[in-house]
Structures are given as structure tokens and as C-alpha cells.
């Protein structure tokens, strides 16, 4: 049942396979009077295209997209935009052979038998290309929260392989994570990182991590307890990524060991606003924003296209059988997935300002 | 803008305040011919009371729950599920000293913030008595699941204030969990947590932990991809009980560290089913469930209520203030947070095993 | 599946049943700072009382509404507005012997195939008496709209048992509708239509009518198209009252023999404001409220209560069998439907002006 | 705020503008299994083509559909199917003139003042070329509808500028309304519709009318009480169609004027099942299909577009002015509005049994 739309008053509605025509994204409830272009969206595909290092997948695919409706004059009107990609670097030659043999990780096994009938090739609906269609939403929604209110949101890696970051990078190297290609704060970390996800390429094998996502400027107020909490939407739709095994925010899983006295944030008086003077909170209480940074972090789990040969279940023969996967597939998703977790914050956080008055929702 | 409602074919509808009239929970949504007593629900609101040992708060509520519609003759006829409990032991004293004085982990802050006028007393709507309706609505779930599928929901403590339970127990074990007063599979480190819990209390601190929720005989093929899914659904609802600040399905974070040949899950036939051999995944698959039992956990931070000394803002006289907060608290509230994770997991599986067609929205 | 909650932005759930414990209503979504006592929403609820007059039942319900919570210091919070009625006058006894016989213009028969156990005392939840709720939700939504931007909405009988009012009454004259028993603004009209419902009344039938209403001060652009316009929104919240078969807006059905010359709405500036001069199109353009007064009209069919003699199915022998209908019915419905009607264009007009940033969700 | 999605279970997302790039719309929740090819959406194209004789507009658009994704191997797959027409024969150059001069009886005056910034070419989003998306929808809904349940809904011309066709046509001739322009099921009143209608446009006026649908073959038990009832949600997407100032059921308005004795109708046993004897009710009772057939009308005003002068606003220059609209207009919206209106009703019956359990959400 109807599961492909997200959001409220900032909706993201998407479609497409991977191998079919296309992939796309209707936003609904974008005000009026935004700027937007086509480049707008396009660069942030750009940030999670394939082919883009020797570190992720060599798949070919342009993603050139197309804006189809709901902005005239490069200016969005307060009618559905309505974004696609079509599909043209497809070789679905490889998944003919497996499938009737359900890839381990993979959801290859809970669509055949929720559906029944699917489209398998490249992994089809459950394809980490559906994310195109979250970017797309999530380009709109970050130049709506930039436009009205300054936020910015960065995505970083901060685990890859086992190599950790160091901790609390300033700002400015979060926003220079996007330079290196594995997208990490830590430029000496990015190194080992990167030479972690060469080690299990050349395995056969791959790895998974950890990425953290900030949001700065966030106002105070944000989120509509008690179950459209802002930490509890944003658990929602960061662990709709494929692979993303988990969520906290600030100390996260950290905070089940401290005691309260150190849990605690303070409360002052900064820059004429009350704020906490720490961020354990991770820039929440009770559901709603603190004015705080925004604290995120997830688990990603290693790709689970591997080389190496691995156990399954021939549906049909029900025989136990032994398949190893080809293709041109990403030892390590982590940076990919860098800027889809900034698109689904930025979506989370755009309906819920629209939803909780920040933003007007007719015009800006 | 209106959060207080969770779920879409099976909804609750929750109100109140800690030291409000009353508070409840309309359940819509679940089927008719559903055998439903008083009782059912009044045992599951007895097992999140408060002063039922010394390790949790001495407030005496009875909450003595009162069914006012929706069932005829002990079953249900498929039309709105009302019930309340009527809040008898409040004593409001200790919070008019507080009013202007936000308590720091607490949401005083943000909802004087974002609301202007707001019931402080007791901590209002954002107090933990709050959860009594989502306990109420959690009831309704399990029967549900329990009569259509014989779903078990067992939730129970793994990690108190730094004492770690032994992993993997038995199911046997988790059912056992519910005889101690800190609901954990291990009778031994059971023990140390009673102690971590009065040495803290002792102290005027808190704790917090980690809870663990296992769901068995969940069919395969619960969720909608790709923004329904069954994991994105249950990180809403758990993440949206306060005080947890994070949650990780099956290796969770450990994932981030597993190489793909290890964490992926292989497939074989089990009972004449397919099923996956282990279970890092933990019952999960894009966003679909595997057959395998439901594996998550949450984080809960300690308990913000506590008698030292903490630092905080006056925001009538903007002065910087100390305040130690006073009253009838729990030193740690994990052991009162399972039931509640049961429920959300309940309402959760309830909710999208009606969308997904498992059981009849109608009449079972 | 949950169809008991209206509203997406401001929200009303309801429950309970005729002769259920209770029946009430939750509304969620309204902002804080509202003033409302117990008195506003009992007022509105004494409007739909029934034993007022004798053209109505002679149920003696006080219907004493509570509010249970979102309310403090006689001012709202942003929290969930919970209230509720007990029912007291509750004689079932005449229902006993229709359980199995369904009752012709009602819903026995529909509810009893969909949910097969149904509480089936006095029409369980598909009595009329379910409005209450509606009631107890539109006195919220009219307190916000009156106290945010001073609109008044006004039903009244326009047509009762074949006897119609003098058309276009002024706004005077339809707020004096209030005054007489049938609710209709032309008081000559008003002591006919009494006498035609006397009449049916004493022959043991029933009359049914035409209702109008009248929003004044709907500032322009409240709606959002394509599917959420605010015809398509009040056509679902008027049409989903109980005995309503019809709906239309302005010159309605009327306008499909007009031609179009004659049906547009010339535009000039009035008042400073540009505005339609007539108003065919009853306020709305493009599912968008125009400024103009809000003009809607619904048909309401006559009460099935009958104590004539009607044919229906034994539904447990198969039998053709001939049922009288005794007990306390309205032989007219209309007067009593007036207040729900304005409940229902209040909730709509509440939610969709939240929806449009006429009203700020958090805090007025 | 996003109100371009309808339905719950069944959801169609649209977006598109007049003279823009392209429209389309996305159906998300059709289970897997169903047989769907191109043609079968573009054969329902078609039919509210333009250009089909000289009754209506002669805009050339050939509305070539595409499906882009949901269907894999001519089989729906339980995905989005997304689906989308190009603009072709766009000629924007007669609306430059009109931008800030409203045209009454359209959307110009509405959207202008509520998003500030629109498209006004060809009317934009507010044009009823905006209903191929709801063409489109149907479509899908109609086949799902068909091969589970047997379902057939046609719609028919009752009454167009004046000339009402003889009553209650039988199924048969209801399906013959198709081989006339003006879709009527009686011949004889189909040609002076046709009189009509050309008499009007010779004037360069237009006419208005009422179009029927029914549904055939719904099971007893669609409709969800109390807010969600199948004639609730009915009226909601009626109305939510362009020119569409009214609707009802069964016996509708004239129900106003009946006594109870003669609205209600008498229950018996007809092959083997609960019926209605007569229909007054319109095929819903209590919100709740009945199993009789489902029997609706709305009212259609005439098409706002006409050559004849008439007067207007200048928002720029606050004079009133005289307009007369050229270009390329149907004279008479009501044929082209029988396709769309059996659209509504598809999905909303679509929507309403996979919620109410009569269609497998996953797979058919």
C-alpha cells in the first residue's frame, strides 16, 4: 500500500527502477516565488553519481535531469515539480542468470514474495539508484530552507572500514569533506579510509561505515510532538536509505552510559537566544529544535554486492547453491550516500518548518 | 501542526497532560471481532506504573483505564477504540518554582518556546506519564497480532547504567525478563543494574541504557518500500518515545565495521520456507520483513530529573541560575520504557500488516 | 480502515457510539494561545440538543460536555483538545427486537455485512448522535476562526417538507434564523415548515430539507488545488454527515442551465480588494476562496425513522417481514443538522487556512 | 501545501501545467499482477481528447502517454507507475495580452493572489487540460477495478445546456452514450444537446450541464464511517474537478422533497444477497456501499471561457476593463467531462476497497 511519498506539507513522491525508462521525483508544497534551476538539481545528482572515482561504481550514467513542471521563468509557483532522469548506461544482462536466486543483503527475497511479479533487473525498484529520486527532492528542499532561512546541512563520513575520524571537526571541514572522494572531514583519515575500501575491493569483498550529518541554523521550535517529533521524522527517513542499519542523535547510543548530571545540557543566554551551552541533546528536546546544531549520525552496512561466492536458495530448484555477483558495483556506499542523507534531513526539515509555520507555504 | 496521531490503516490518537484531567488514547482502525477486556489493557498499563519497586518514581497512579467505546459484549465492532485513565495522584507544588526555569534534558525549554502558553506542571504533554496512551494503543496492537498471527513482542533491558547483559538470550529468557524489576534476561547482571540504578539515586543522579524489542512470527513481506518500510516505520515510532535517542536494527552499528561477506545473511530453506540463516539484518530486508525474528534496539538516556545541582537560564530575568529539581523521579526509566517500545512496535506492525494486506482491515 | 479523523493540519477524530459509554472528540493541531471555556463548546452542543422543541426527540440528553485536556488556564496549548460526553438518557430496550431486521434508510444493514459484530444499540455508531462529536470540533475550529479573522458561519433551513424560504436572505436575517425552531432566516416560511413537519409527525412519517451555509470574512486564497481545493474539501466534510445527499456551491446545480455569459462573475475592486461583484460561484474559484461570502447548500433527506409500516429482510430466517419503528425520533432532521453543517465548514476552513499560512500552527 | 495527491491506499500524485513541458501522474499503491499496457491508459486518453469533432476545443494535442516505470514485461509490479504526456501543440501567445487582466470564472484572480508567481499560459495548472493526469490515474484504477471485481463505471451526458435526456436509461444505453459526441444515452436528446451547444458557440457563449455516473458490481461494504465514507470521498474528488459546482446521490436533492416513507428503501433478498429493492439511496447507506449500483450526478458549469465581452479588473492598473477571450475553447466542457468524472470515481472506489480490504494491497 501507497508507501513511495514522504512527508506532509513538503511532500517527495518518487518512481523508477533501476534498469527501467526513468527514475523521478514530484515535490509538492514547495512555495511560491523560489528560485530554482535546473542546474540547481543537477549538481546535487552530480554529487552522488557513479563514475566519479575509481573508489565507487564505474556505471556510466549521466543523470542528466529534466525540471518538468511547477517552475516558470526559473522561479517555482506553487505547483507540483515534477523532476526526472531517464536511464541509459543499462546492461541488465548480468541479473537474468540470478533471477531466481535471491542475492544475500540484497531485497531480492522480500520483493519476490511480497509482489510476486517484479522487475529484477539491476535490482529494480530496491536498487540504490532509487535514491536519484530522494536527491531530486532534496536538492528543492535545501534551496528552500537556504533561501528562507540560511540552513546549511553537510553530510560527512565518519567511520569507513573500521578507520575513524577525529572527532568534532569545525565547520569549515565539514564543508571540506566534499572535497576528497570518500567525503570525510579527517583529510589523513580519508587516506586510510580510502585505502580500506581498495583492500576489500581487491577481496571481492566490501565495507560499510558510519555518516554524520549537521544542520546549522536550524531555528528553535522545529518538530510537533509526539509523534511528528523532529528527531522521530528524521529516524524515519534516514533509515528509509537503502543499506542505513541505524540512527542516533547527539551522544546518541553514547548517552545509554553517562549519568544524568553529565547528560544534561546547560541552559544560557548566547548571542541574546537561549541555547545549550553543549550538544548531547544533538540540537533536540522533547521532539523539537533547540536552535542548536542538528546532530545525526548512521550506521551503513557494506554493500552487498560482493565477489565472493556466498550461499542461497535456487527458488525454484529449492536446492542450496552458491552464486557469485559480477557487474560494476561500489565496494563501499558510504560516500554515496553522503549527499542522500543531506537530502532526506533537508526534506524532513522542510516539511516540518512548512508544517510548523517557519516557512509560509504559498509564497516566500 | 497536528503530531499526535501515529499510523495510517491502524491509527492512534493520543492527549494529555501529566497533571491534566485525564489522558488517553483512541485506537482506529482495528478490525471487528476482536475479543478486547478492560483487563487486557489494564495489564499492560500495570507493567509501565510507576511504584511497583524502589527503582522507579513513588508516584502512586492507579491508572485505572476505562474503555468508552468501540467494543460490545468484550469484542471489538471496527469503529474507534476510546480509552482513558483519570489522573488522581498529582501534586503540581513542585513545579510553579520552576516555570521560568527551564530543567535542562528536559522539553521545558522548547515547548515555552515554540507554544508561549503551555501546562508546566508535571512537565505537561512532554511528560513521561504521556506514554500510559501509547501503552493503551500498544494493548489493542498486540491482542491484534497476538489473535491474527500469534505475534510475541518481548522487549527487555540490555545495557543499565554501563552493565552490559549477556548477549543472544533464548526467547525462554527474554519472557523471563519481565519477573525482575529491571526486566532484564539476565538474572546476574540483572542484580548489578539494581545496584548501578540506587547508586546513582543515591547520589541524586540518573541513568540511562539500552532496550532491546525482538518481534517473533512477523511474516515475510511487512513494509512498503521505499519510504514505509517496516524499519523506517519502527524508527519513527520508537524514536518518538522521549529520552531515546537512538535506534539500530539487527548488527546496527556494528555493521559499519562487518566486511559484505559478513554481513550478509545467507538464504536457505527453513521449515519449508526461505529464510535467512543468520540474522544481521535483523528481520529486515529493503524495508521488508524476512520471516526472521524483529531485532532493535533503542538508547535512552538517564532520566533528566535529577537533585543535583544544574545550571539553567531564568528567562524572565535572563540571569543565569542554579535550580535542583526536586520530586518523585525515576533514577532510571529503562525498565518503564519497555513496555512502551512493545507497544510502538506493536502499533507499528499493526499498522502495516493492515496496509500490506496481512489482516483484514474490516473484521477478522 | 481508520476513517474516524478528519483534517490533516488541524485535525478532529471522533468516537463512541448512541448508547456507548460516551462519545467525544479529540482535535489536534490547534494552536496555542486561544482562549475557550467549557461554555464555548457547550453552547454549541446545546444548539444540537435534542428535546429543545417539540419538533425534535424528546431524548432528554444534558449532553454536559468536558474538556479533558490542550487546555490551561482557560487557554489552549498547542496540545490535543480532548472532550467528551457521557451519555445518560440511554434506553435501548427498542432495539432489541431489530437486531436481526435492518431498519430501511439506516445503516444496519451495511454495517452489519461489513463488520458483522456491531453494537447495534440505537443505530450504535451510525446514530445521528455521532455528531456530537463534529459539534464539539467545529466549536474549537469556530473559536479559532472568529478569534484569527473574525468569520462567522451561519446555517439555516432553507427548505423543510416541500416548503421553501424567500431566497437571499440578508446576514441579519440568516444569523436571526437562530431564533426559531426550524432554523430558517424567513419567518413566515418558518411557522410552514413547522406545520409540515406536525403534519408528517402525526401520520408517523418523516420531511426532509435543504440547508444552507454562509462563511463571511474567508479572506481570498484559502484552498489547494488540484485535489485539496476548498469545495472538494467542504463536498467531503458536509457530504460525510449522516443523511446528506447532495452538495453544492453558489449557483450550483443551477449553473448547469446558464450560460456562460451569465454564470462568470465579473471582477472589480471593492473595498480596496479585488472581488467577484456576483457570486455564482459561491466563493470559490479554482478550489480557491475568492474573498466573497462563502455560499454552500446541502440536501438532507428525511429522517428513516418512521412509524409506518416498511418492508425489510429477517436477516436470520431469510423471511420477507414488515417492521414500525417506535421509540423517540425526530420526524425532521434539518434544524438539528444546521449546527452540525457549520461545525463541518468550520473544521474544513480551520484546516485548510492552517494549511495555507492564514493561521500559524504553533501559536496565534 | 501539498494538495496535489489523492487517496490513502491507492494514491495519485499529479503535476502539469497547460502550456508546460509535460503532465503525468504517478499511481502508487496498485498491486502487483495487473495486467497494464500503454494502450490501455491511452485508449482512455483519448476519449477526453480534444479535436474530436466540432463540438469541442480543436487543440491538435495528441496526449501520446508513456509509462515510465510500475510495469515490467506489460505487468504492473506492486512500483509507482508513473505516466506522462508531452505538450505538443502549446501556442501561448493569446495569454500575454490577459496576464494581469483575470478572466472571470477561471483560476486567474485566485492563483495570482495566493502564489504571487504562476504560469499563466493556457490558464497553467488551473486549466482543465490538468485532468489527463486524472485520466491517467483512472485508468490504472479502472483496470485494477475490472479484473478483481468485475467493476464497470460510465458516465453519461443527463442534461446539457437545458435539453435533459429521458430518465433512467438502462445499462445498455449508458454504455451506447459513448457513439455520440455529447456522450448522452438517449439519441434523440443527444442531437439537440448538439443544437445546443453549437447555438451557444455561435454566440460565442457557452452551456453548462449534469453528467451521471454509475458504477456497477461494487461489493456491499466499501466505505469507510465516519469521515471516510464512500460517498464523503466521492464528493471530494467530484468536486475537486474544474467547473464542477454540485454533486449527488441517488435520489440527491429531490430526497429534500420526499417523505420518509417513500425515500427509504425496502430490503429483501435478490439472488441470494441483502438488496435495496428500489435506490433512492444511491447505492450507500451510512457511507457504506450497498452492493446496488452506485448512482451519482454532478453539476457542470459552463466552460468560463467565451468571446463575449465582459468585465474585468486590471491588477495592474486597477481600472476595470472589457475582455473578450479568443483562442481555441470547447464550448461545452460537459462530454469532455464524462471521462474524468468515471476517473474520480475509479479511484476513489479503487482507493476505498484496497482500504477496506476487497483488493489485495500487494498483489492481485
Do not use: W
Not at 575513524?164 to 569533506?177: K, N, Q, R, T
Amino acid at each position: 500500500m501507497a508507501g513511495n511519498m514522504i512527508g506532509r506539507a513538503f511532500t517527495v513522491s518518487t518512481f523508477g527502477e533501476s534498469h527501467g525508462v526513468a527514475l523521478g521525483a514530484t515535490v509538492d508544497g514547495c512555495p511560491a516565488g523560489l528560485e530554482l534551476a535546473r542546474e540547481d538539481i543537477q549538481d546535487e545528482l552530480d554529487r552522488r553519481r557513479p563514475g566519479t572515482s575509481d573508489l565507487v561504481s564505474q556505471r556510466a550514467e549521466k543523470d542528466r535531469v529534466e525540471i518538468l513542471s511547477g517552475v516558470f521563468d526559473d522561479m517555482t509557483t506553487g505547483t507540483p515539480i515534477h523532476m526526472a532522469v531517464y536511464n541509459t548506461d543499462v546492461d541488465s544482462s548480468s541479473y537474468a542468470s540470478l533471477v531466481d536466486r535471491p542475492r544475500p543483503g540484497h531485497a531480492d527475497l522480500t520483493y519476490r514474495m511480497k509482489f510476486g511479479h517484479r522487475d529484477y533487473r539491476g535490482g529494480g525498484r530496491a536498487s540504490g539508484r532509487e535514491t536519484v529520486s530522494r536527491v531530486m527532492g532534496g536538492a528543492v528542499a535545501k534551496k528552500l530552507l537556504s533561501a528562507t532561512h540560511d540552513i546549511t546541512i553537510i553530510g560527512h563520513a565518519i567511520e569507513i572500514g573500521g578507520v575513524v575520524a577525529s572527532e568534532d571537526p569545525d565547520f569549515d571541514s565539514l564543508v571540506g569533506s566534499r572535497d576528497n572522494p570518500v567525503r570525510c572531514a579527517d583529510p589523513e583519515a580519508a587516506e586510510r579510509m580510502e585505502e580500506a575500501i581498495r583492500s576489500a575491493s581487491e577481496e571481492g569483498d566490501s565495507v560499510g561505515g558510519i555518516v554524520g550529518i549537521v544542520a546549522r541554523n536550524v531555528p528553535l521550535g522545529v518538530g510537533e510532538p509526539v509523534f511528528g517529533k523532529l528527531d522521530a521524522e528524521l529516524a524515519k527517513s534516514l533509515v528509509s536509505i537503502g543499506s542505513v542499519k541505524g540512527v542516533e542523535f547527539g551522544a546518541g547510543f553514547r548517552s545509554a552510559r553517562m549519568a544524568g548530571s553529565k547528560s544534561n545540557d546547560a541552559i544560557a543566554e548566547i548571542d541574546g537566544k537561549p541555547r545549550l551551552i553543549t550538544n548531547n541533546a544533538g540540537g533536540v528536546l522533547g521532539g523539537i529544535s533547540t536552535g542548536n546544531d542538528l546532530v545525526v549520525r548512521i550506521a551503513v552496512k557494506p554493500t552487498p554486492s560482493i565477489s565472493v561466492a556466498q550461499r542461497t536458495l535456487d527458488m525454484v530448484t529449492k536446492q542450496d547453491v552458491e552464486i557469485k555477483i559480477s557487474g560494476r558495483h561500489d565496494p563501499c556506499i558510504v560516500p554515496r550516500i553522503v549527499p542522500v542523507a543531506e537530502s532526506m534531513v533537508a526534506i524532513t526539515l522542510a516539511d516540518l518548518m512548512i508544517r510548523g509555520g517557519f516557512i509560509d507555504p504559498s509564497r516566500i
